[in-house]
């Protein structure tokens, strides 16, 4: 069984739409991430949610907007797409805030905007 | 297929030998460290981890040194396969209770 599954793992889309991204863990962790990989592999995070609020929001447009409906879904919808947005987005999850446990990643999901 | 990380540090060995790769974290005050590794089209993947009360950790053929005072982690792994091949990251949680991810190292075992 799949423990952090992400869906599409790819979205090609074009400049302007608006795309959502989901998420699932089944590990009964309570924080649950978004990171963003560019394409020089460096991993940076965008939100972090701990039992469905918001405990962490980095400097991220307003267009992206994460929604958490419960403890183990965290989805990303994002507004007005553009070009600078293409890369790959990992979801992943933890117990407690990461502090003391590791997170678990899901397998990505591939964005390019044309 | 997935992009080339084009200033992505590279460390190329040999199948059978041990590898070493190193990271400079940048906070003092981090107190939790991880390493992940990253395959292609896949999440980074959990190795090790350790605490900053500790200097050594060691798993199943992976072995983490933590030195705070010059602020260096290393992952050794210990006769490299070719299955090892993937970017390897490292994470320090600091006092803002965030990961936060190294520029990673792609390592290349040649058969």
């Known amino acids: 069984d799949t423990a952090v599954s992400q869906t599409p793992k790819y979205l090609v889309t074009q400049m302007g739409n608006d795309k959502s991204i989901k998420c699932e863990q089944n590990l009964g962790h309570d924080t649950m991430y978004w990171y963003k990989q560019d394409s020089k592999k460096f991993l940076k995070i965008m939100f972090s949610y701990n039992n469905k609020e918001l405990i962490i929001n980095e400097t991220v447009p307003n267009r992206f907007s994460p929604k958490s409906p419960d403890k183990a879904h965290l989805n990303l919808h994002i507004n007005s797409l553009e070009l600078g947005d293409s890369a790959v987005y990992f979801c992943?999850?933890?117990?407690?805030?990461?502090?003391?446990?590791?997170?678990?990643f899901g397998n990505g999901t591939r964005l390019t905007v044309t | 297929g997935e992009s080339v990380g084009l200033h992505l540090p590279t460390l190329s060995v040999q199948e059978g030998d041990n590898s070493i790769i190193n990271c400079a974290y940048s906070n003092s005050a981090s107190d939790y460290f991880i390493w992940y590794k990253q395959e292609s089209g896949k999440g980074p993947q959990f190795i090790i981890d350790i605490r900053s009360n500790m200097d050594k950790r060691q798993g199943q053929r992976v072995t983490v040194l933590l030195n705070k005072t010059v602020k260096h982690l290393s992952l050794q792994i210990a006769a490299t396969q070719p299955g090892d091949s993937a970017v390897y990251f490292c994470a320090e949680n600091n006092a803002g209770n965030m990961l936060t991810f190294g520029g990673g190292t792609r390592l290349m075992v040649k058969p």
């Open positions: 992943a999850s933890s117990y407690g805030t990461g502090q003391n446990s590791p997170l678990h």
